[in-house]
């Protein structure tokens, strides 16, 4: 059991490494979504199937990390439990609620172009608790099962913003440990005597994000190019106005950067003369490899003055502290290879784009 999971949990690392398509951010809320469902399950061996169905009903709300992979929370509630025992003599038999993992194979094969398709064939697989509610002193009181389900949602994307969601979710859900009618042991394994068939049909809600729609957006990697040129183009003049004044501590960062990096954003480095230019991820104040080898270029026995800066998402505290971090990470690492700190600050968030900088000027 214990290596299935661990099986699982790669399997979805795996698959959220390959989902780093240039997207933009999400906040902490994006992307969620609601949905309904309703449909029938069978016991899937040693009964008469359509003689022994169960309706059903279920809830589900869930988040979307990126455009491949997701969580939700899955909950249903079973009317009868023909095939599985006696009547409980209650309206619900039986309830189950679980976290699954959610794949969406249509991105995961041919990619995310931007907004959903029409259709999308979406894999789930999890874990959860069931319950049954028993009658008596001898049946069902302590019906209380690990259980685990595996199926494909049949999506098709509906209306013009693709905010609503009709799915068909054919499923096999077992009870894997337990005690009760339906394991009657506590041995962990997945027997196809104690699973059940089910066939479901709803409707999924995608509330509306910050970027505007209900889906992910991809980074326009062209206006991107345009404006690292613009960047590039004031880096210049700053350059100009700081060799007239080499004393003056710089007071203000480039503002005019109206773009959120992708997922290259972190390679980004460049050294322009006495400027050192040394890019973060987002909510990130560690030095990679790239910072370091451009930071190593600043010889031994030089000033230098550090300011940090952090781009508009968040709390405005944290940005301030999480500025004030980049600049003493870059601080630190320079003092230990001898070069001398004049000042280093963190000047928290700069204008009204993305600003995850720390800039080094050299004296």
């Known amino acids: 059991m214990k290596k299935l999971a661990f099986l699982f949990a790669a399997a979805m690392v795996t698959m959220s490494a390959s989902a780093q398509i240039a997207i933009e951010d999400s906040k902490t809320f994006d992307n969620m979504y609601v949905g309904i469902n309703g449909g029938v399950s ?86 959860g608790w069931g319950h049954g509610y028993g009658v008596g002193d001898s049946f069902l009181e302590s019906n209380d099962q690990m259980t685990s389900k595996a199926g494909f949602d049949f999506v098709f994307n509906i209306g013009k913003a693709k905010a609503l969601q009709f799915f068909i979710e054919p499923s096999i859900n077992w009870a894997i440990a337990g005690t009760g009618y339906v394991t009657g042991s ?9 699973s059940m068939v089910q066939l479901n049909a709803g409707f999924n809600y995608k509330f509306k994000n910050s970027n505007g729609t209900h889906n992910f957006k991809l ?69 990679t490899k790239e910072a370091m080898t451009a930071l190593d270029a600043i010889k031994a026995g030089s000033h230098v003055q550090i300011v940090g800066t952090a781009s508009p998402e968040g709390n405005p505290e944290l940005n301030q502290k999480l500025s004030e971090a980049r600049a003493q990470v870059v601080a630190d690492y320079l003092q230990n290879k001898g070069v001398v700190i004049d000042e280093a600050v963190g000047k928290g968030v700069q204008g009204t784009t993305s600003n995850r900088l720390a800039i080094v000027y050299v004296k």
């Not at 969580?71 to 209650?90: E, H, Q, V």
Request: glycine share 8%.
């Open 42 to 127: 069978t016991k899937t061996k040693g009964h008469a199937w359509l003689k022994d169905l169960n309706p059903n009903a279920g809830v589900r709300i869930g988040k979307w990390f990126n455009p491949v992979f997701g969580l939700a929370l899955d909950g249903s509630a079973y009317m009868r439990n023909r095939a599985w025992g006696p009547s409980t003599k209650t309206f619900v038999r039986y309830t189950n609620i679980g976290l699954i993992g959610t794949v969406n194979m249509s991105n995961w094969m041919g990619g995310y172009k931007g907004e959903p398709r029409c259709f999308e064939l979406i894999a789930v697989y999890g874990f």
């Open 186 to 194: 506590d041995q962990v394994q997945y027997n196809i005597s104690r």
């Open 219 to 287: 980074h326009n990697i062209g206006d991107y190019r345009s404006e690292i040129d613009a960047l590039n183009a004031r880096v210049n003049a700053l350059q100009e106005e700081l060799a007239k004044k080499p004393k003056e501590v710089i007071k203000e960062v480039i503002k005019e950067v109206k773009v959120k990096e992708p997922v290259i954003e972190t390679k980004e480095i460049r050294i322009e003369s006495s400027l050192v230019f040394v890019n973060f991820a987002q909510g990130k104040s560690n030095l």
